[in-house]
């Protein structure tokens, strides 16, 4: 295996499917709400996080059922990359 093969995190969705059962998973997450003015540089910080990170949050929350006992589980929760974990920006 490559160091970067052992390098790379798993992402927030693969580690999902990895732990719950096939079809289980159910969202909660919602369209977050705008925090930076359209066009501007934060913005576009915030869409190519949201890019490489593959969501458009810090945090994906979710409902689902674990190792096949058909009831969903707890709320499982799982952190990907910082698409919006510094929050906004104070203003210039």
């Not at 490559?2 to 992402?11: I, L, V």
């Not at 458009?56 to 974990?85: L, Q, Y």
């Amino acid at each position: 295996m490559s160091a970067e093969a052992r390098a790379r995190r798993p992402g927030a969705h693969e580690l999902l499917d990895a732990v719950l059962d096939a079809g289980s998973f159910t969202s909660w997450d919602e369209a977050p709400l705008a925090v930076a003015e359209p066009g501007s540089e934060y913005a576009a910080e915030l869409a190519a996080a949201a890019d490489r990170a593959g969501t458009d949050e810090s945090i994906v929350t979710a409902r689902g059922a674990s190792a096949g006992t058909g009831s969903p589980s707890s709320s499982v929760s799982s952190a990907s990359s910082p698409a919006r974990s510094a929050g906004p920006r104070p203003s210039a």
